[in-house]
Structure formats: structure tokens, C-alpha cells
């Protein structure tokens, strides 16, 4: 006589779990009968997820260790303080979720988050969204605290989102400092995070692997294209901007993860040009981290020969009309090779950017000349200064306000593929599927068939999540 299968409670609450990508330095999540453990490692906060409905285990709790108690799906309500915290809550839909954004509201991109900002009386907003800024005073962080604590005291419910410089310690905060992932992929990661506060870790394990899926298609097309080709002939990048009166601040890469620049060079098989050991000077600003910059003479000396200049601000045309001199000797600006980070705006680079990452990877490997040559990708990020105009992040579908956010996608053929397949109208023969094009997705046909898709699954989850 067969046992009847008992089926363990922890697996019915939590079927979905979310597991960190193995370059994830700073997010762990362990899953337990009744409860989840988000742990933020760089901040060293803990945070009890319970199930809602049940009891939080008491000796858990009574122990000290968590920094946050929270129900979860969490429904009540959210603060945000920083622009990288817009995207992964867009992307599981909980828009709805966000009562307020702590900072200035011109630095936000989202146009669906703009819309909920603002309260305009002529329909281009529904006010819905608080906005807790002092513009006569905007870094007066005791009208900050001031501004946050009555905020808290009108909803008892809400979680306030710390950015990793913000108030980390503060009642009612969970903190996220995803910006300070050593990769890409583990950036992103932290989208697992976000999911854990609504038991949606499987839309968000989904979404994951299906966007490190594209990046490493970009980074393997790449190393096949530069295999045989010497470190000191492929192609060189000069990621460079200027502080108006301090100096030049340059790329510094001793390793491929030093910084984020760093790494998309290396998956694009290209090389970054650092500041060499003794040119420049620094600044610490009171601070522990220490800052370089160069003087115009030892910026000129260093980039002056580097085919593509990666010009990381909005900030180009004021500094090319103070020092055009110097600058029309440098080759990238002889050839047109400049690229500025407004091809979706001017502030999106530090917001959506951040969960499009296998795009910004097909967008720097198109410049320098190694995605796969059967692929065509239109650059999404990076805009070339000289030839195309400033981005913008486009309209917000006030009716779809509450679906997923889902973001361009760099479309990728793996080399492997297309040369393998024969002559035909199928992948890597010329075709034209949305597989062989290898197009960041936006407003095409087949863009949209692909949002739908995605929103399709997204709901599913959704729903799933509220009915267990």
C-alpha cells in the first residue's frame, strides 16, 4: 500500500524561489517554512519576509536580527529615494505599489512615473504619487527626514527603498544597493529582490535568465570575432568626461569587473583606455574613495589617437564649446566617433539603462565592430554626437499604466548558428524574423508582438502570486 505524498507547506507558500547569480556579491534570499530571509551583504541589514496569514516565527523575530519584520505579498505601499529603483518595480508591475519618490523629480525618466508625479490640472498627470523634494533647499536632509518621517506617520504600512548612501538604518527601510554589484548580471540580480517583497521570484527568475541569456549571446559573438585577432589590435575605447573646474575624469580598468565600463569592453572583446599609473591628480571630497583626474594636456596626450570616445553625460556640447581646440585634435572627434549616453533621454542612462543591459552590450559592440555581421541592432543608448539627436524615453500608456514594464531587448543570433544554416529565408540566411535581426525592440511590429508576450507571462504571475 503506497504512503499518501504529503506536501510540505514551505513548497506550497514559496513554490518560485529566487537563487543569486554566482557573480552576486551582495544578496542572498534563503527560503524556510513560512518565511523568507532577504539579506542585504554590503549594508549587513537582514529582512524577515512572512507569509501573510501566517504568524512570524517568534524566536526569529524576538532574536534581533532583522532589521524589517514584513508580510509579504507587501501591500503597503512603497517610498523610493533613487532612479535605479524605478525600473524593477516597473517591470513586475507594481507601479501602483509606489506612494512617493524622495529626490528630485526632473531626474526621473519613466514617462509612466513622471505621469503619476505629476498633479497638473490639464490631464497630464494623476498626482498620485507624492513627491517629498525641497527645491529651495534640496540637500537639507534634516527637511529630508523631516519630509519622510510625516510621510511614514500618513502610511504606518509603507517601506521606504534606501538607496546605499541613504538611510540604511532607518525605521520602516530596506536598502538596495544594487549599483554597487561588481557585474552587470548581478546588477539586475537585484530584481530578485524586489520580487521577494511580492512572491513574484518566478516572473522575476524568468525575466533573469532570459536577459543573461541575450547579454552572453553578445559576449560569445564577440570573443568568436576577435579570437584571432592580437590584444594590442583590437579595437580601443576612450570613456572620458570633464567636471567643469576640476579636470578630466578618465576610465580605470586593472580588471575586466572593475566597473561597469570595464566589463562591457571586455564582452565586446574591445579594451578600454585607463589613466596610466602617476598622470593626474585626486581628490577624496572627506570621503574614503579617491577620485582622478587629468589636466587637458595629459588628456590630450593619452586619448588624443583613440578611434571612439565614449562620453558618459549629457554634459559634450558645453564641454566642446569651451575647449573645442584641444578636442578637434583628437581623432574620435575628427572621424564623428563621439557617443554621448542620451539616446533615450538624458536621464534614462541611470534609470531604464539599468534593466537593459544586454541592449547597452549589442549598442557598444555595433560600435566597435563586433556583433554578429548578420545581425542588424539599432543603438538604443549610445547616440553618436555629431549625427543624431538627443533620445527621448517616449509616452506613458496611461490606459496599460498598470501592466509590466517590459524593456527593449538586444536580439541575438549566435555566430554559431548563422554560419551553419544554408541559403533560405531562416535564421542567419538574411531572413527578416525578429531572431535574425538582432534589433533592440522598440516600436516595430515585432517589438510590440514581443511585449505582448512577455506581458501575457507577467500577468500569469501575477495572478498566481494573489491567488496563493
Not at 95 to 122: F, H, T, W
Not at 370 to 392: A, K, M, Q
Request: charged share 20%; with cysteine.
Amino acid at each position: 500500500m503506497h504512503r499518501p505524498i504529503r506536501i510540505r507547506r514551505r513548497d506550497r507558500l514559496f513554490p518560485q524561489k529566487f537563487v543569486p547569480d554566482e557573480t552576486t556579491d551582495y544578496l542572498s534570499v534563503s527560503y524556510h517554512n513560512t518565511y523568507k530571509i532577504v539579506t542585504n551583504l554590503y549594508s549587513d541589514k537582514s529582512y524577515l519576509l512572512y507569509q501573510c496569514g501566517t504568524e512570524p516565527p517568534t524566536d526569529e523575530v524576538s532574536s534581533g536580527k532583522y532589521h524589517v519584520v514584513l508580510p509579504v505579498p507587501h501591500v503597503g505601499g512603497l517610498a523610493i529615494t533613487e532612479t535605479p529603483q524605478i525600473p524593477p518595480l516597473e517591470i513586475l508591475a507594481r507601479r501602483s505599489e509606489i506612494l512617493a519618490y524622495i529626490g528630485d523629480p526632473k531626474l526621473v525618466s519613466s514617462p509612466c512615473l513622471q505621469y503619476l508625479m505629476n498633479d497638473d490640472d490639464d490631464g497630464t498627470g494623476s498626482g498620485t504619487i507624492e513627491t517629498i523634494f525641497y527645491p529651495d533647499d534640496p540637500y537639507n536632509q534634516t527637511l529630508i527626514d523631516t519630509g519622510v518621517h510625516e510621510f511614514l506617520m500618513r502610511n504606518p504600512n509603507a517601506i521606504v527603498l534606501a538607496g546605499v548612501f541613504g538611510n540604511v538604518d532607518g525605521k520602516h527601510h530596506i536598502s538596495d544597493p544594487q549599483t554597487q554589484e561588481r557585474t552587470a548580471v548581478a546588477t539586475f540580480d537585484w530584481l530578485g529582490m524586489y520580487a521577494a517583497l511580492f512572491n513574484l521570484e518566478g516572473m522575476a527568475n524568468d525575466i533573469i535568465a532570459e536577459t543573461k541569456s541575450r547579454y552572453e549571446c553578445a559576449a560569445r559573438n564577440a570573443a568568436s570575432l576577435t579570437s584571432d585577432v592580437a590584444e594590442d589590435e583590437k579595437p580601443r575605447i576612450l570613456w572620458a568626461e570633464y567636471f567643469d573646474g576640476i579636470g578630466w575624469s578618465i576610465a580605470d580598468c586593472p580588471t575586466w569587473d572593475a566597473a561597469y565600463y570595464c566589463e562591457y569592453a571586455h564582452q565586446c572583446g574591445a579594451s578600454i583606455v585607463s589613466r596610466p599609473e602617476g598622470m593626474g591628480f585626486n581628490e577624496s571630497y572627506g570621503g574614503e574613495e579617491v577620485y582622478w583626474y587629468l589636466t587637458d594636456d595629459e588628456f590630450l596626450q593619452l586619448g588624443k589617437d583613440v578611434e571612439t570616445w565614449i562620453y558618459p553625460s549629457p554634459t559634450f556640447s558645453d564641454v566642446y564649446d569651451q575647449k573645442s581646440e584641444i578636442l578637434d585634435q583628437f581623432v574620435s572627434v575628427e572621424k564623428g566617433q563621439v557617443y554621448d549616453t542620451q539616446g533615450e533621454g538624458p536621464f534614462g542612462w541611470h534609470e531604464q539603462r539599468l534593466a537593459e543591459y544586454d541592449v547597452v552590450a549589442l549598442d557598444l559592440c555595433s560600435i566597435v565592430g563586433t556583433v554578429n555581421p548578420t545581425n542588424v541592432h539599432n543603438r538604443r543608448w549610445f547616440r553618436n554626437y555629431f549625427t543624431e539627436p538627443i533620445g527621448s524615453p517616449g509616452t506613458c500608456d496611461v490606459d496599460s499604466i498598470d501592466m509590466p514594464y517590459v524593456p527593449a531587448k538586444g536580439m541575438c543570433t549566435p555566430i554559431a548558428m548563422t554560419t551553419t544554416t544554408t541559403t533560405g529565408g531562416g535564421v542567419g540566411s538574411g531572413g527578416t524574423s525578429a531572431e535574425a535581426e538582432g534589433v533592440a525592440q522598440g516600436t516595430s511590429a515585432a517589438g510590440n508582438l514581443a511585449m505582448m508576450s512577455v506581458q501575457a507571462v507577467a500577468v500569469a504571475w501575477i495572478t498566481s502570486a494573489l491567488l496563493a
